[in-house]
Nanobody, 115 residues
Framework: QVQLVESGGGLVQPGGSLRLSCTAS????????MGWYRQAPGKEREWVAT?????NYADSVKGRFTISRDNDKNTLYLQMESLKPEDTAVYYCRAAVGLSRVGYWGQGTQVTVSS
């Protein structure tokens, strides 16, 4: 099993920046890929970015968000720039583990973009 703990959320003004972190523990060597998702109030959870063999981004964040991994620290990051009010959501980290890519989720961290 894999445990994921996110951090780094908070309140930021439009145009500001935040960096989210997700630290993995447990069977980290079995992690095949990791990614970020978000869920805004009243909306379904949506994919934001993935780091695996390659990095991929949702169109809504492309050019503003950067996903990266520090394998020595077992940590996934999401650097968010030029934040907009529509980026307000709970951000979740997900790990795909093992050959069957079983998904594990963190508890989420709140990001609020507001003046």
């Amino acid at each position: 099993q894999v445990q994921l703990v996110e951090s780094g959320g908070g309140l930021v003004q439009p145009g500001g920046s935040l960096r989210l972190s997700c630290t993995a523990s447990g069977s980290v060597l079995s992690i095949k890929s990791m990614g970020w998702y978000r869920q805004a109030p009243g909306k379904e959870r949506e994919w934001v970015a993935t780091s695996g063999g390659s990095t991929n981004y949702a169109d809504s964040v492309k050019g503003r968000f950067t996903i990266s991994r520090d394998n020595d620290k077992n940590t996934l990051y999401l650097q968010m720039e030029s934040l907009k009010p529509e980026d307000t959501a709970v951000y979740y980290c997900r790990a795909a583990v093992g050959l069957s890519r079983v998904g594990y989720w963190g508890q989420g961290t709140q990001v609020t973009v507001s003046s």
